[in-house]
């Protein structure tokens, strides 16, 4: 069985332009999933009638089942949606004489007369039966184009939800849902690249028309997405889950967590069990290992502060990191990635510490020590440990890369994994 | 004559379903609006190949003269773009020499095997040119299709944006902009909303067909594009200085730069025209002030580093905030913003510190403490300000907005501009 499909249109130049963010067509993505639609595309459109009508005769010729416009269907005269899509149609609009009689009524309960650009709101696509709006003045309209159903609203988020509620999802239930049900979810990684979680998840998952898997990938992070179908809820709970489980022992302790989790949530659990707290000194992140961190609402329950000691004097000042040392080893060195995060642990009076230092260019680099080279140092009093690694990209790329794998490091040894990449031996004598 | 106009696709589930906003369209829109060529759809669609040669199909077909697709040019089984965009063209992908050399030499540069699946990224459309990606692997490509020029791009932000300025901007000028000249030029700004930017823009640039202005706003700051149309180059150079000139006359102080000049740019050229440097104390921006100055390769010359005081703790710890101070007026008040910048300046061994305290969110807020409010301290030895602001959006927004104030706030003092905001007395008797 072939999966119902629906497009999503939101009108308007501040949509195009990002300066408002388009949230009507994320928010139904989420409300038709369960029902088993899936939303493939959302097409952001100038309030220009010919654009209107050519997105929408896209929309309806690409086939999908379902395609929801909001927006423009106001009294003004940038509001094209009604004629970009009776052109798109090919028919006139007419009026509806309930939704005028409404209207009128509108107005009369609140004591105004409808002024004349107001029954503008009256017309609709011809054929087009109107959908109520609980919560303002302009009306909706469904429609029916071959097998499509179709469906225009205003772009007022609480007028769109209130009708999607009462009319889209009553509707939708009946003529396209059939009885299937999609049920999606994800699996966090740290530190393999993008091309091993696929090659891992390919070889647990076997071809099956009702799983689909996608992949994110960031710097140093890749998430894996899962979506099931099944014949009932009961169904696709239990292809997810067993599919996840699949996915979550082929990745094996580079899965940090599922769906929405953070590496830096994992890190605040783990941490608080141990009622420990994380203390950061930062040379090539500059504040980034700091900024990531405190991203997190409440992070200060298990992260003490940072040093950003960019230069080498800041290095020894507040975190004692002998300038003998950095002279002989350098600035970038096992050894002084060692001492910035011993002394760290040290002066911010925290159970665990984790040091950067690297080149993250563009300038800066030599033949021995290429842009992109960083030590991360970590330790917990009891453990300490250096490694090695040369990240790609360009600088901004390098310091990401440095912070999320600093941050998988330090869940690495909370949980007594072994650390990422090459581990360095720390001795001064070797300088 | 018609004006050119741009269709934008942006490729990824996520995109879709709004897990992720969509930033690379947007910020496309406003480079090309000042060549001319209006973005006037925005097609965010799922990684599926059919639905891909749908949207691309769907584009090609309105006739736009310009179209870009962002992501799903990797490795991975779900990039699917080259085969999406083959597919609507007609025609097969072939294996690119150039790109396939290019791609073995980046693996072999940091000393690695390229594995078989990477070999897929130098597979492109048959008629297409690559374009080549100075920031990443994935290679980009642009073809003729009748009027239409299409380009594929990486969706990385930093890639994409990279390939638009050294590949798309220049083609665009070449085969869409015309016969005649078209220079481009900013201004930048902080501490202005976009409305007043637009507002005092608006006064002093007369209607004029030859001249277009266009407005991409970030928390704290506003970019003014301007692009002159003229004759030749003389003729459009005099046209762009003219306007340049009114616009920053009528920005004032709040224009800090021009072009891709940044704010932490200019403070570095202060700083060392001075022989100073800056230090950073932060709470609630927790490294961003740190991070985004570090940033800029080289900010070692002008900045020392930066203490993340997160805990109250660590404010007293390492900045010298007392107890008392701390519990008298708590740690989001002007005696604190003060403190930690007196702290920072002599602890850092500073010339000039700036601090951050405030309320993130999204908790934490009271009806007095609002979520939003920061209290920014500055002092140089001399001269000290803290300054009280309500900084709107989410906590990431909130962070962000108080990064680029409180840099804009450091201009200020050294430039002697009277600080933004409000001024706060800092009285301990005032608690």
């Not at 006139?92 to 209207?103: I, R």
């Not at 069990?273 to 329950?301: I, N, Q, W």
Request: proline fraction near 5%.
């Amino acid at each position: 069985m072939r999966r119902p499909e629906a497009t999503f249109l939101g009108i308007g130049g501040e949509l195009v332009s990002g300066r408002r963010e388009e949230r009507n067509g994320p928010w139904l993505g989420a409300q038709l999933g369960p029902l088993g639609v899936e939303l493939t595309t959302r097409v952001l459109v100038e309030d220009d009638e010919d654009r209107i009508a050519a997105a929408v005769g896209a929309a309806l010729a690409s086939g999908c089942d379902l395609v929801v416009v909001a927006g423009g269907l106001g009294p003004t005269v940038d509001d094209r949606t009604r004629q970009g899509v009776a052109k798109a149609l090919g028919v006139p609009l007419v009026v509806d004489e309930g939704v005028l009689a409404a209207l009128e009524k509108r107005y009369r309960d609140r004591g105004l007369e409808m002024p004349e650009g107001a029954r503008v709101m009256a017309l609709l696509p011809e054929g087009a039966e109107p959908v109520p709006n609980p919560k303002g003045s302009a009306s909706g309209f469904v429609l029916r184009h071959r097998r499509t159903i179709f469906f225009g609203l205003p772009g007022v988020p609480a007028e769109f939800r209130a009708m999607v509620e009462r009319s889209l999802i009553p509707r939708v239930r009946r003529e396209l849902a059939g009885s299937s049900v999609l049920l999606a979810g994800a699996l966090r990684t740290a530190g393999l690249t993008e091309v091993e979680v696929a090659r891992r998840v390919g070889e647990v998952l076997p071809e099956d028309p009702r799983l689909r898997t996608g992949f994110y990938a960031l710097p140093g992070e890749v998430e894996v997405a899962l979506a099931a179908r099944g014949d009932d809820e009961a169904d696709a709970r239990d292809l997810l889950e067993t599919a996840m489980e699949k996915v979550a022992a082929a990745l094996g302790d580079a899965c940090y967590g599922r769906d929405a989790t953070t590496l830096v949530e994992v890190l605040g659990r783990l941490l608080r069990e141990r009622g420990a707290r994380l203390g950061a000194a930062e040379s090539c992140t500059g504040g980034l290992v700091a900024k990531r961190v405190t991203d997190l609402p409440g992070a200060s329950e298990f992260f003490a502060g940072g040093i950003v000691a960019y230069a080498n004097e800041e290095k020894t000042r507040f975190l004692g990191v002998p300038e003998a040392l950095l002279d002989r080893c350098g600035a970038v060195s096992p050894e002084t990635a060692l001492a910035m995060a011993r002394g760290a642990r040290e002066r911010l009076g925290v159970e665990v510490a984790v040091a950067t230092t690297g080149i993250a260019g563009p300038g800066g680099g030599t033949d021995t020590k290429p842009v992109g080279l960083v030590y991360i140092g970590l330790t917990d009093g009891s453990e300490e440990r250096v490694t090695r690694h040369v990240f790609p990209g360009d600088r901004g790329t390098i310091r990401a890369w440095a912070t999320t794998i600093a941050l998988e490091q330090v869940r690495r040894l909370l949980l007594g994994l072994d650390p990422l990449g090459e581990v360095s031996e720390a001795g001064e004598d070797r300088c």
